[in-house]
């Protein structure tokens, strides 16, 4: 099999699933295609080493988690300026879909980025840390305060109480 075939195959399995990471991420579906459009640029260029070493998908969810970052590190070079109401949106403001997103995006980008990983992707301590180049405790620090965050921002007694 070719490589062209070979990684066009691997982005229709996994480029819908990159996207939404990449959403949690940054909380903008159009920066997040961007940023799965750099990773996925990234990975294309790599792609017959990480083949091979069969870890095509810890190093693309790594790719993508750089992209992400790097992007947000721009933020102020961007020409582009998001508002912050949409006129007309089709979601209702009281969707839990959107409180939760807006939760998210409120987030520090350690904090959200942390959350995303352990929960959305279900990666172990070990994992987020080795993808972030941090240690151990600094990713359980960082899950917990998104968490409390989260919990704050959204509201609910329920999950307050919750240690």
């Known amino acids: 099999m070719?490589?062209?075939?070979?990684?066009?195959?691997?982005?229709?399995?996994?480029?819908?699933?990159?996207?939404?990471?990449?959403?949690?991420?940054?909380?903008?579906?159009h920066r997040a295609e961007d940023i799965v459009q750099n990773?996925?640029?990234?990975?294309?260029v790599a792609w017959p080493r990480v083949q091979r070493s069969g870890t095509v998908d810890a190093y693309a969810r790594k790719v993508l988690v750089r992209a992400a970052v790097d992007e947000s590190r721009r933020g102020f070079?961007?020409?582009?300026?998001?508002?912050r109401d949409l006129p007309d949106t089709a979601v209702s403001p009281?969707?839990?879909?959107?409180?939760?997103?807006?939760?998210?995006?409120?987030?520090?980008s350690g904090q959200r980025t942390v959350v995303?990983?352990?929960?959305?992707?279900?990666?172990?301590?070990?994992?987020?840390?080795r993808l972030l180049g941090r240690t151990e405790g600094t990713v359980k620090s960082q899950a917990a305060k998104g968490l409390a965050a989260l919990r704050s921002l959204l509201g609910d007694p329920a999950l307050e109480e919750r240690p």
């Open 2 to 29: 070719d490589r062209d075939r070979e990684f066009g195959e691997y982005v229709d399995a996994r480029a819908l699933v990159m996207r939404r990471t990449a959403f949690l991420l940054c909380g903008d579906w």
């Open 39 to 44: 990773a996925l640029a990234k990975l294309y």
């Open 116 to 129: 995303v990983l352990r929960y959305w992707e279900d990666l172990s301590v070990g994992e987020v840390a």
């Open 94 to 108: 009281a969707s839990p879909d959107l409180d939760v997103r807006r939760a998210l995006a409120a987030l520090p």
């Open 77 to 83: 070079f961007r020409r582009e300026r998001a508002v």
